[in-house]
Each structure stands twice: as structure tokens, then as C-alpha cells.
């Protein structure tokens, strides 16, 4: 009789310290912390895709260089300032890249843990920290030194605000809200789309509410044309880049393509795409929508107006890809992902059955760790070491290395003071340094040395130049068979 009594006071005690709102804090910081810090050794490595080999291609150049290679590409210079100081703060390193891009995932795990967890609770942030710690996307760009987490922590810090504005105005959330807008405005074109969706939606909601009218459609009309005369010096680099194609794609896509990069893109890893990873989070998202729809929520309008603007957005990329260029990729609609999270959270919220939720999350998380595991095999791939490895013992400074397009030539920011060619590069926009595009032969005339050609296991000299050449190395990267070749005695 006395060990049941001990077991039910050792069992109310259990309950009381999850249920006291200090401890649930402790849990959701812990939480929050604990997925930072798993994602630590990716941002050691030094693998790095075309994508990122280009931005750090981009941050060797100066600030002013920046903005002429960022206004004939498709993207906005700020990332790349900010990337370039976290470079130099790092000596120099790809590490400082990574610890940038990881940088802003931090403070967007801050903002659930304080200042979100403070506004909805720390049930729904405890949520979305396990959500987001486990989505493909934000697996995928955690340390990737593209902007992308610094559009997913500026942009939901920028709905955040917007939420505190709806509910009471104040000045010190105007200025913020002001801030975060040019921010968004200049990380990324298809952030800056979700921004002005997410401005049409407060002026409607500004319209529609009684309280303090007066006095935020004032405000809403000095901020939104601030924002906009700030953001007119890049008006016209956006129109041009709008009819340039998307990295990655060429020809021509259907919608079907589109959406299903986007289900890709978001809910499964970006290295090894599965279809259970994306049935899996569209089942947790239909779950969520199921309960938010029965349960009423009181959050269901903003889940669901989050969910338009990632609906709007993806359809404008859609029907411009579709219409004009393809210029539109999954990824880009990452910084409004959080909105979904947040549609799932808010519905685990309302479930009364904690061992719903826990299902629910660990769907999410077995998912997560999947994506995890292949993160870890992509970034710790040892191919880039091989390669350096043959580069020094190989490589002479007379020689010079011709990559046969622009994916190898990413390998060039691994030895930037070898001289290099580039064959089927624009040069306008070309950000690496050393290069020469390439188109006659005669270009090699100059090399004291040898000439090597570096390009992918399904290609070989004979599809571009009329040359004797032997293969001399050939390794495996990331998800790329690279092979090397010594080209000579050309016809």
C-alpha cells in the first residue's frame, strides 16, 4: 500500500513538472538547442555544389562587383554581402559560408523558442521546432551557403510581426515590420513576391478590423511606399531577371514538373529524393488540415493565408516558368514553408491526446532522420579530398584546367590561382575568377604546360574538341562521377 501511494506521488510529480510553465520552457530551449547543434558538423566540411561553389566564387569579389554579377544573374546582392563578411570574420573559410547560412537558422530556432513560444505557447513552439528540425528543406539548406535560410528566418520574423501589429499597434513592431520588409525585399526575387502577398493581406485584414483603423492604414501606406522606394534601385535588374532561366533547368518543363519539385524540394532530401518522405508530410499536412477544419481553431485563418501566399507564389513561378523561361525551382518558396509547420502545429495544439501528437511528431522526425542521414553521407563525402590530393601532386602552375561546363567549374574555387577555361559559360555574369571562356583552340597556345580536361564520366573530349587525350584520374563527388583528362595535339 505504501509503494502505490509512492508511485502516485512520484507520478503526480512527473506530471507537475511538465505541466509548469518554467519547465515546458526548458523543454522547448532544449529542443531548440539540441537541433542546432546536431546540425554543427555539416558546416565543418568543405563539399560544396555548383550552387554554393558559386557563392563562394561571388564573396571573393568586391561589394561593387557583387551588385554588377548579382544584376545580370537572378538574385539579389544582399545574401552575398553579408555571406562575404561571415567569410573573412572565418579567415577566409568555406566553414565561414556554412556558419552564415547557420547562423540564420539559429535565430530562426530564437524566434520559436522566445518570442513565437511567448505569442502561441510552448506546446505549438515545442512543435514547430521538432517540425522544422525534421523538414527536408531546411535539413537540406541548414548550412548551404545560399540564402535560403536567411529568407526562411527573415521572413517568418516578418509574419511574426505582422501577427503583434493585427493584434495592437505599436511603433516598436512598426519600425521592425519596416525593417524586416526591405530585408525580405532584397534576400531573394520569390521572398520579395511573398512579401507583397503578405502586405495585400494585411491591408485587407487593416480594412476589415474597426480598432486602431485610422492609424494603421497611415502607417500601412508611409511603410509600403518606403519599402517600395527603397526597393526601386533593384526594380529593373528584377524585371530583367524574371525572363532569365533558373540554374538547374533547361528546356522546357510542364506543370506537373513544377509541383512535383516543389513536393520534392520541401518534404524530401534534395541529394536522394524519396516518395515516402513527401507521402509522409502530405499525410501529417492533411491531418492537420482535417483537424483544424473540425476543431475550429482560432489560428486557422492565418495557417490558411499562409498557405495561400505559398500556393500564389508557386503558381506565379509556375505560370511564368510555364509561359515565358523556366526561372522558378522548389526551393525558392522555402521561406514560406514555416507557414505550413505553423498550420500543423496549430492543429496539434488543439488535440486533447498527447499520444495523437507524439505519433504525429515522430512521423515527422522518422522522415527528418532519413533526410538527416543522407545530409551527413553528402557533406562528409570524401571525393573533394582526393581530388585536391591529385591536384597537388599533378597539377603544375604552367598547366591550365578546362571544365567543360558550369557544374565542374565549380571545382575551380578549390584552386582559384590556377588558370582556367570555361566552355558553355556567359561571361557577363561568369563569377569565377581566373577564367577565360573558352572557344578556339588556338586559346591554348599560351599554356607553357599542360592542358587538362575535367568533366563528367558520361562525356570525354571527343564531343567538343578534335584532340588525342588520355584519362589520367577519375573520383566520385557528391552525387557527381567526375573524370580528369590530358588533352593534346590539337587538329
Not at 200 to 220: C, D, G, M, P, S
Request: glycine share 4%; with cysteine; aromatic share 18%.
Amino acid at each position: 500500500m505504501k509503494n502505490t501511494r509512492v508511485r502516485m506521488v512520484e507520478k503526480e510529480k512527473k506530471k507537475y513538472w511538465f505541466t509548469e510553465e518554467k519547465n515546458k520552457k526548458i523543454i522547448v530551449y532544449s529542443a531548440a538547442v539540441l537541433v542546432i547543434l546536431s546540425w554543427i558538423p555539416m558546416a565543418l566540411t568543405k563539399s560544396l555544389a555548383y550552387d554554393q561553389a558559386y557563392t563562394l566564387a561571388m564573396v571573393r569579389h568586391s561589394f561593387s562587383d557583387i551588385i554588377r554579377l548579382c544584376s545580370m544573374d537572378v538574385h539579389s546582392p544582399l545574401y552575398y554581402f553579408i555571406a562575404k563578411i561571415f567569410y573573412h570574420l572565418f579567415f577566409n573559410s568555406i566553414s565561414g559560408l556554412k556558419f552564415c547560412s547557420l547562423f540564420f537558422m539559429a535565430l530562426y530556432f530564437y524566434m520559436l523558442a522566445v518570442p513565437f513560444c511567448k505569442e502561441f505557447g510552448c506546446r505549438m513552439a515545442f512543435c514547430m521546432i521538432v517540425l522544422s528540425g525534421s523538414l527536408g528543406t531546411f535539413l537540406t539548406h541548414n548550412t548551404e551557403p545560399r540564402m535560403y535560410t536567411m529568407a526562411i528566418a527573415s521572413f517568418s520574423a516578418l509574419c511574426l510581426t505582422a501577427y503583434k501589429l493585427q493584434k495592437k499597434f505599436k511603433i516598436k513592431y512598426a519600425v521592425i515590420f519596416f525593417l524586416l520588409s526591405v530585408f525580405c525585399t532584397y534576400i531573394h526575387t520569390y521572398t520579395m513576391l511573398a512579401t507583397v502577398l503578405l502586405y495585400l493581406i494585411f491591408a485587407v485584414y487593416i480594412f476589415i478590423k474597426k480598432e486602431e483603423r485610422k492609424q494603421r492604414i497611415v502607417f500601412f501606406l508611409i511603410n509600403s511606399a518606403a519599402v517600395s522606394l527603397l526597393y526601386l534601385p533593384w526594380l529593373f535588374s528584377l524585371l530583367s531577371q524574371f525572363g532569365k532561366k533558373a540554374e538547374g533547368l533547361e528546356g522546357e518543363y510542364d506543370v506537373l514538373f513544377y509541383i512535383k519539385d516543389i513536393l520534392y524540394e520541401n518534404f524530401s532530401s534534395i541529394m536522394y529524393p524519396k516518395n515516402y518522405q513527401v507521402i509522409i508530410w502530405l499525410a501529417i499536412l492533411l491531418t492537420a488540415f482535417i483537424i483544424l477544419v473540425i476543431k475550429k481553431g482560432p489560428y486557422i485563418y492565418q495557417s490558411l493565408a499562409g498557405l495561400c501566399i505559398f500556393v500564389l507564389v508557386s503558381f506565379i513561378g509556375i505560370f511564368l516558368s510555364v509561359k515565358n523561361s523556366p526561372c522558378f525551382m522548389g526551393r525558392y518558396v522555402t521561406c514560406i514553408t514555416p507557414f505550413i509547420l505553423f498550420g500543423i502545429s496549430s492543429a496539434l495544439d488543439h488535440l486533447k491526446k498527447r499520444v495523437f501528437v507524439l505519433i504525429i511528431l515522430l512521423m515527422g522526425c522518422m522522415a527528418g532522420i532519413l533526410v538527416y542521414r543522407d545530409r551527413i553521407n553528402y557533406e562528409f563525402d570524401k571525393g573533394i579530398d582526393k581530388y585536391l590530393e591529385f591536384a597537388g601532386e599533378n597539377f603544375d602552375e604552367d598547366d591550365a584546367l578546362l571544365y567543360v561546363d558550369i557544374h565542374t567549374d565549380a571545382l575551380s574555387v578549390y584552386l582559384p590561382e590556377a588558370y582556367s577555361f570555361i566552355y558553355g559559360h556567359k561571361d557577363d555574369f561568369n563569377p569565377y575568377e581566373n577564367n577565360e571562356i573558352f572557344t578556339d583552340v588556338s586559346q591554348f597556345d599560351k599554356i607553357k604546360g599542360d592542358v587538362y580536361l575535367i568533366c563528367y564520366d558520361n562525356k570525354n573530349p571527343d564531343w567538343f574538341l578534335n584532340c588525342e587525350y588520355e584519362k589520367t584520374y577519375g573520383f566520385h563527388y557528391l552525387y557527381y562521377d567526375v573524370s580528369i583528362y590530358r588533352v593534346f595535339d590539337f587538329k
